[in-house]
């Protein structure tokens, strides 16, 4: 199994940014996917930001050009960079990752999630 340690949530002001970063407890031979969902107090949980294992990345347009996933492979760890922040984007962050461990094992796992408030 492997599990995902997602780190960097807090309370910042609007216009402020921060990193969320999420780890993998196992090595990653292959990643095929990664995204970042948010899920605000009575709203669905909706992707933010997504990355193929290609490289790839795609986002939602409530945060284009304000928000960048990237990844490094070397610590099986994908990142949210977060600029510009707004009281919008205040919510619970999950990341996602799917892939395959050195050891051949298959996952698409979730992490646990990390608040991110964005209030003056």
């Known amino acids: 199994q492997v599990q995902l340690v997602e780190s960097g949530g807090g309370l910042v002001q609007p216009g402020g940014s921060l990193r969320l970063s999420c780890a993998a407890s196992?090595?990653?031979?292959?990643?095929?996917?990664a995204g970042w969902y948010r899920q605000a107090p009575g709203k669905q949980r909706e992707l933010v930001a997504g990355?193929?294992?290609?490289?790839?990345?795609n986002d939602a347009d409530s945060v284009t050009g304000r928000f960048t996933i990237s990844r490094d492979n070397a610590k099986n760890t994908v990142y949210l960079q977060m600029n510009s922040v707004k009281p919008e984007d205040t919510a619970v962050y999950y990341c996602?990752?799917?892939?395959?461990?050195?050891?051949?094992?298959?996952?698409?796992?979730w992490g646990q999630g990390t608040q991110v408030t964005v209030s003056s």
């Open positions: 990355s193929t294992g290609g490289g790839t990345t």
């Open positions: 196992r090595r990653i031979f292959r990643l095929n996917a």
């Open positions: 996602n990752v799917g892939g395959q461990t050195v050891e051949g094992y298959r996952f698409d796992s």
